[in-house]
């Protein structure tokens, strides 16, 4: 064990598990789903149903494809046992010494 995990612990970092409604809010928040999500509600209103079809249809794939990529990385990190928040660094940093 060297000494910097002996001093300043270790950087483990526990990722928590959202619900799906968390996560549906998380993709459907930011600017460009609020443009999409606007441009919905307008075609919705005025009445013009071929607009918001496709715009529904792009925002749902937005949306999935969202879920995917994340679903991809959290596989991938799970599989060679590091999570999106760890990174090592190739050299150990060193302990500060008062001078």
Same mark, same amino acid.
């Given at each position: 064990?060297?000494?910097?995990?002996?001093?300043?612990?270790?950087?483990?970092?526990?990722?928590?598990?959202r619900?799906?409604?968390?996560?549906?809010?998380?993709q459907?928040?930011?600017? #460009?789903p609020?443009?999409?999500?606007?441009a919905?509600? #307008?075609?919705?209103?005025?009445g013009?149903?071929?607009?918001?079809?496709? #715009?529904?249809?792009?925002?749902?794939?937005?949306?999935?494809?969202?879920?995917?990529?994340?679903? #991809?990385?959290?596989?991938?990190?799970?599989?060679?046992?590091t999570?999106?928040?760890?990174?090592?660094?190739?050299?150990?940093?060193?302990?500060?010494t008062?001078?």
């Amino acid at each position: 064990m060297s000494t910097t995990s002996r001093t300043e612990g270790t950087s483990n970092v526990v990722e928590k598990k959202r619900s799906f409604l968390r996560e549906l809010i998380a993709q459907l928040s930011g600017p #460009l789903p609020w443009l999409l999500e606007a441009a919905v509600a #307008l075609s919705f209103f005025v009445g013009d149903w071929t607009l918001f079809t496709m #715009l529904s249809l792009v925002l749902i794939v937005t949306v999935v494809l969202g879920f995917s990529e994340k679903s #991809l990385l959290e596989s991938s990190a799970s599989a060679d046992g590091t999570t999106r928040h760890s990174k090592e660094r190739s050299a150990p940093r060193q302990p500060r010494t008062s001078t």
